[in-house]
C-alpha cells in the first residue's frame, strides 16, 4: 500500500470517514523521522499496523459503514434466514450469541433463551440492531477524526444530523401509513395522534416548565432553597478543547456512552448518600452535550436551607473522586489506602508514627466533613454551584434554557431562544465532510443547533430529562384524559390539578414531595396480565385507568377499542368530526366504579402502536405472529399492486369498505351494550333490588310464567278438586295472568326503548 487509494480498507467507510482516515494515514506515513544510514524507514509499516488496529472492532463479515438502507436490510434478511436455520439444526443460546459477533453485532437481551433465539432469527431485529451499531461506529471515529467540535461539527457529526434526518423521514411515513379506528368508527393516522401527545417537542417543552414551576411554587411556599449544579466528566473523558477545538492530550478513547454512564454512577452514589444523610431533594436534572458530544449535568434541585451545606460537600465529594489530582486534591478514599501511603512514604524516610503519616495524607471523608474555603474554587470545573436567589427571579428561569436547547430552542410563543452559546465559534453547516472549518454562514440560533442536540441524543441513547422526587408523571397524564365531574374525592381533584396544569396542587394531591410512590393515593391501573409479544415473552401490562387505593375507585382513561390498519394506497383516509381523540381527553362518558377483577384479554391498543412506532425504527419487537403475518401479507400485496396498478385502486375502496363495515359492527354492538346496561340499572332501581339484577328478575319472571302456563295445560287428573279444598288462595290462572302481563309489560318496554 503506497497512496491511499490502494487501501482497500476504506471501501468499508463512508465517504466522509474514509477520507478521514486516508488523511491521518498519510500524516503518519510522512511524519518527519531522523533515519540512520542503512536504516529502513519504519513509517509505512507503523501506518498500516495504524489502520488495522483501527479497523479491528469491525469484523471481516460486519456490514461496512457506509452501506445503504437497501444493503442493510437485504443484509438483515439474509443473517435472519441463516440464524433460523442454525436453530434448525440444533444451535443453542451460546453458539447464537457467536454468530451475532462474528458480524460486530451485540447478542440480543431477553427474558429467556427462546426469546433471545426468537430475535436472532427476526430480521427487524437485525434491522435495528445494525443501524444503531453502524450509527454509533461511525459517530465514534467521527469524534476521534475531530469531525465533532465547535469548529466543525457540534455536538454531532453532520453525517449524523443527515441519519437523523432520514429516520425521522422513515418514522413520519410509517405514522402516517398507519390508521387507527375505534368502535365509533372514528378514524386518524397516528402522525395525527403523534402531534399531540408528548412527541411534539412543543408539549414536551411545555410539560416539563408546568412541573419545574410547580416544584418551584412548593418550594416558595416551604421556604426552601434551591441550589444549580452543574456536574462534568473528568478531562480524560473530553476529546477536543472547547476553544480550539484541537485535540486533548489526556483523551482516552472513551465514547458519550461511557461518560453517559460515568455520570450515572456519580449520581447513584450521590443519591445513596443522600439518603443515608437523610437529605431529601426534589426537583430535575438535565443532561446536554459538551461541543464535541460529551455529556454533562444539570440539576436543579430544592431542600431546607440547612441542609445546602451537607448537600453540596456530599454532591462536591462524589463528583471529583475520580482523577482528582487534577484538580490539586491529594487525598486517599479510605483509610486502607491512606495506611498504604504511609508505609510508603516511611520507607521513602518519612519521621513519625505510621498513623501520624496517615493522618497527614489524608482520607476522602475526613476531608469533605468539614471542606476548606478554597476547594470550592478549585472544583469549579468538575462540579459548581450556583444558589438561587429568589429576589432575582424564578429558579425555573435558571433552567428554561436547559430545557429548550435539549428540546426545540423555542419559548413559549414559538419564538428562538436565541444564540446557542456554546456554539459561539461553530458555522459549520450540513453537508460539510472534508475537514475543513471554513464554512460560509453561521449556524449558532438555538432552534438550528437543538436539531444537533436531537442528533446527539438519538445516536447514543441518551436520557436528557429525569424528574427527581415528587409523585409519577404517569398517573398525571393519564388523569388529563379522564372527563372528571361529580364526587369530591382526591381522584376527582387531582383530575382537576392536571387538566389545568397545577403541578404543585397534584403533588399535595398525591402526598407530597417526601412520599414514597407505595403510600401515594392514586396508582396507574394496569391489566391482570401482561401482553405477549412476538419473541413469546410477556411484555409491558397495558395501562387502562387510574385507582384510588382506598376507596378502590376507578378512572377508566381508556375506554375505546382501536384497530390499527395501513391506510389504503392512493386514497386519503381522515379522522371523522364526531368527537376527535386529543392529549388531554379520549374517553366519551365518566367512569368510576369499585375496581373489580380485570378481564385477561391482550389487545394490541393505540397506546401500544404509537410507543412503538416512534421508536427508533419502523421496525417492532412487540408484534404478535397474527400482526407479524398480517405485515407480510400486507408487503406482498404491495409488492402485487406494484406490479399490476389496475387493481390498485378497487383493493384500496375494499379495504376502506372493510374496515367501515366493522367499524359499523363494533358501534352498533357497543350501542347495544351501553343501552342495555342502562335498562338493567332502570329496572333494578324500580323492583327495588341489587343493581345489575333487573334483566335477570325479568328472565326469571319469565321462565315462571312458561312454567305456569305448561302446567295449565296439562289435561285435568280424574275426581279433580276444586280450589276451595285447598283453602284459602288466588288460583294458578289468576298468578299465571298476572305474572304474564307483568313481564310482558318489562319486554315490550324494554325491546321500544322506553327505559
Known amino acids: 500500500m503506497t497512496a491511499v487509494s490502494r487501501l482497500p480498507v476504506l471501501e468499508r467507510f463512508p465517504r466522509h470517514l474514509g477520507r478521514a482516515i486516508g488523511r491521518e494515514w498519510r500524516k503518519r506515513r510522512s511524519r518527519p523521522l531522523e533515519l540512520a544510514q542503512g536504516q529502513a524507514d519504519p513509517r509505512q509499516a507503523d501506518a498500516d499496523a495504524w489502520l488495522r488496529e483501527l479497523t479491528r472492532f469491525m469484523p471481516r463479515n460486519a456490514l461496512p459503514l457506509g452501506a445503504c438502507e437497501m444493503e442493510l436490510v437485504e443484509f438483515a434478511k439474509q443473517r435472519a434466514f441463516e440464524a433460523d436455520q442454525l436453530i434448525g439444526r440444533g444451535a443453542d443460546v451460546i453458539q447464537l450469541e457467536r454468530y451475532c459477533r462474528s458480524f460486530g453485532v451485540e447478542p440480543p437481551r431477553g427474558k429467556s433463551d427462546t426469546g433471545r433465539a426468537a430475535r436472532v432469527a427476526c430480521s427487524l431485529w437485525w434491522r435495528r440492531a445494525l443501524r444503531r451499531t453502524n450509527a454509533r461506529r461511525s459517530e465514534q471515529l467521527a469524534i476521534q477524526f475531530g469531525l465533532v467540535h465547535k469548529r466543525h461539527g457540534l ?95 489526556k483523551y482516552a478513547g472513551f465514547t458519550p456512552i461511557d461518560t453517559r454512564d460515568y455520570l450515572g454512577g456519580v449520581w447513584s452514589r450521590i443519591n445513596a448518600a443522600l439518603a443515608r444523610a437523610g437529605i431529601k431533594i426534589f426537583g430535575f436534572r438535565v443532561a446536554e452535550p459538551h461541543h464535541d458530544g460529551t455529556p454533562h449535568m444539570h440539576g436543579l434541585f430544592f431542600m431546607p436551607p440547612e441542609e445546602v451545606k451537607p448537600f453540596r460537600a456530599i454532591v462536591a465529594r462524589y463528583a471529583v473522586r475520580e482523577d482528582r489530582d487534577e484538580l490539586g486534591l491529594r487525598y486517599m478514599q479510605t483509610k486502607s489506602e491512606a495506611m498504604a501511603a504511609a508505609r510508603a512514604l516511611r520507607a521513602e524516610g518519612a519521621k513519625g508514627k505510621l498513623a501520624d503519616i496517615a493522618a497527614r495524607v489524608g482520607i476522602e471523608a475526613d476531608f469533605w466533613s468539614q471542606p476548606p474555603r478554597w476547594v470550592w474554587k478549585g472544583i469549579t470545573a468538575r462540579v459548581k454551584f450556583e444558589a438561587i436567589d429568589w429576589n432575582k427571579g424564578s429558579a425555573a428561569g435558571y433552567i428554561a434554557k436547559y430545557i429548550a436547547k435539549n428540546v426545540d430552542g423555542a419559548k413559549h410563543d414559538g419564538s428562538s431562544i436565541g444564540e446557542d452559546f456554546e456554539a459561539q465559534d461553530f458555522t459549520g453547516l450540513a453537508g460539510q465532510d472534508d475537514g475543513d472549518s471554513r464554512d460560509q454562514s453561521a449556524a449558532t440560533d438555538a432552534t438550528v443547533t437543538a436539531r444537533r442536540v436531537d442528533a446527539w441524543a438519538s445516536h447514543w441513547g441518551i436520557r436528557q430529562f429525569q424528574q427527581v422526587g415528587g409523585p409519577p408523571v404517569g398517573v398525571w397524564r393519564e388523569l388529563r384524559r379522564w372527563e372528571w365531574a361529580g364526587a369530591e374525592d382526591v381522584l376527582m381533584h387531582a383530575a382537576i390539578a392536571a387538566d389545568t396544569g397545577n403541578w404543585g396542587r397534584f403533588v399535595h394531591l398525591m402526598g407530597g414531595h417526601e412520599a414514597k410512590r407505595r403510600d401515594m393515593p392514586l396508582q396507574v391501573a394496569r391489566d391482570s396480565e401482561p401482553a405477549i409479544n412476538r419473541y413469546g415473552e410477556a411484555g409491558q401490562k397495558r395501562v387502562f385507568g387510574v385507582v384510588e387505593q382506598a376507596s378502590g375507585q376507578l378512572a377508566m382513561t381508556r375506554p375505546h377499542e382501536w384497530q390499527i390498519s395501513r391506510k389504503a394506497p392512493g386514497l386519503d383516509v381522515e379522522g371523522s368530526a364526531a368527537s376527535p381523540w386529543t392529549r388531554v381527553n379520549n374517553s366519551t362518558e365518566i367512569a368510576v366504579a369499585p375496581l373489580g377483577p380485570i378481564a385477561d384479554e391482550h389487545r394490541f391498543t393505540l397506546a401500544d402502536a404509537m410507543r412503538e412506532a416512534q421508536q427508533a425504527d419502523d421496525d417492532d419487537e412487540w408484534l404478535t405472529a397474527e400482526q407479524l403475518a398480517a405485515r407480510q401479507e400486507f408487503e406482498a400485496q404491495q409488492r402485487h399492486l406494484a406490479a399490476f396498478p389496475e387493481f390498485a385502486r378497487q383493493w384500496a375502496m375494499d379495504d376502506v369498505e372493510r374496515h367501515r363495515l366493522a367499524a359499523k359492527r363494533q358501534r352498533e354492538e357497543s350501542r347495544e351494550r351501553v343501552r342495555l346496561q342502562r335498562v338493567n340499572r332502570r329496572l333494578a332501581a324500580s323492583l327495588g333490588i341489587p343493581a345489575g339484577r333487573g334483566l335477570e328478575v325479568i328472565a326469571q319472571v319469565r321462565a315462571q310464567a312458561d312454567a305456569d302456563r305448561r302446567q295449565a295445560e296439562r289435561p285435568a287428573r280424574p275426581g279433580p278438586q276444586p280450589w276451595s279444598a285447598y283453602g284459602p288462595g288466588i288460583p294458578v290462572s289468576q298468578q299465571l295472568a298476572q305474572a ?13 326503548g322506553r327505559l
Not at 453532520?158 to 425521522?168: C, N, T
Not at 302481563?741 to 325491546?751: L, P
Open 740 to 752: 304474564t302481563a307483568r313481564a310482558r309489560q318489562w319486554i315490550n318496554q324494554t325491546q321500544a
Open 155 to 249: 455536538y454531532a457529526s453532520h453525517d449524523a444530523i443527515a441519519r437523523r434526518s432520514e429516520q425521522k423521514r422513515r418514522n413520519r411515513g410509517l405514522l402516517e401509513a398507519l390508521t387507527a379506528i375505534n368502535e365509533l368508527g372514528q378514524e386518524y393516522t397516528l402522525a395525527q395522534l403523534a402531534e399531540l401527545s408528548t412527541s411534539n417537542p412543543i408539549i414536551r417543552r411545555a410539560e416539563l416548565m408546568v412541573r419545574i414551576a410547580g416544584f418551584e411554587y412548593i418550594a416558595v411556599g416551604l421556604e426552601m432553597a434551591g441550589e444549580f449544579i452543574t456536574i462534568t466528566a473528568p478531562s480524560k473523558y473530553h476529546p477536543r478543547h472547547a476553544k480550539s477545538g484541537k485535540r486533548n492530550a
